[in-house]
């Protein structure tokens, strides 16, 4: 069945540091691919998304890019700051019922 | 006001126990959601539904149910409540997006804690 495995957390960075959260993916066909932010006390947020093979998804100052070739989705951000701090979930979604496959979530601490 | 809401937002209840959580949306979406989260185990699809007639189970199903009363409201039962069922629960829509995928929009969550 379809999978979607993260790089484990914590992550701790300094404020302006360069982000990169890892996700890799099984699929059997085609899915979509979403990165998901879960603030503190709050329900899940969708980050940003990629449809089909070399799509970049952005937002916020977050990038994606969707590889098929390496099934990966990683997460990346030039300069963090303390607001980022969150778990963050990488998912896919594909077939007709659409539901989300997610993996475990990588809790990223920005310092000051 | 919130588009998908969750009651109550934190629960305690007793081994044994019936206990029913609460979901609304106002978003008009037909497709709706429970999942569970567990630390370490990202979220488990429990039940999910896509219109008032089309319920189908999930993952993790087992020892939970659901109603799905109207479009807008989804319950998930627990019948008869364990303490392995202490999680957070999250409800969630889901409407088609631009690109073809169906983005879903989540709810504030519930934790339930069994003793």
């Known amino acids: 069945g379809d999978s979607v495995t993260q790089m484990e957390g914590p992550v701790t960075l300094s404020e302006e540091a360069f982000l990169t959260i890892n996700c890799t993916y099984t699929a059997t066909g085609y899915p979509s691919l979403f990165w998901y932010v879960q603030y503190p006390g709050e329900g899940l947020q969708l980050l940003l998304k990629a449809t089909k093979a070399d799509d970049k998804g952005s937002n916020k100052g977050f990038e994606a890019t969707y590889r098929k070739e390496t099934t990966s989705f990683h997460l990346e951000k030039g300069s963090v700051q303390v607001s980022d701090s969150a778990v963050y979930f990488c998912a896919l979604s594909e077939g007709s019922a659409r539901q989300l496959t997610f993996g475990s979530g990588t809790q990223l601490t920005v310092l000051p | 006001d919130a588009d998908v809401t969750q009651t109550p937002r934190n629960r305690i209840t007793k081994t044994g126990k019936r206990i029913m959580l609460e979901c609304s949306q106002t978003?008009?979406?037909?497709?709706m959601y429970w999942y569970r989260q567990d630390p370490g185990l990202g979220l488990r699809l429990i039940y999910y539904s896509f219109d008032v007639k089309d319920i189908n189970k999930g993952e993790i199903s087992d020892g939970y149910s659901v109603s799905r009363q109207a479009q807008a409201k989804f319950s998930l039962s627990l019948e008869s409540a364990i303490p392995n069922q202490t999680a957070l629960y999250f409800c969630?829509?889901?409407?088609?997006?631009?690109?073809?995928?169906?983005?879903?929009?989540f709810g504030p969550g519930t934790r339930l804690t069994v003793t």
């Open positions: 969630a829509t889901s409407a088609l997006g631009v690109g073809g995928s169906y983005e879903q929009y």
């Open positions: 978003k008009g979406h037909d497709r």
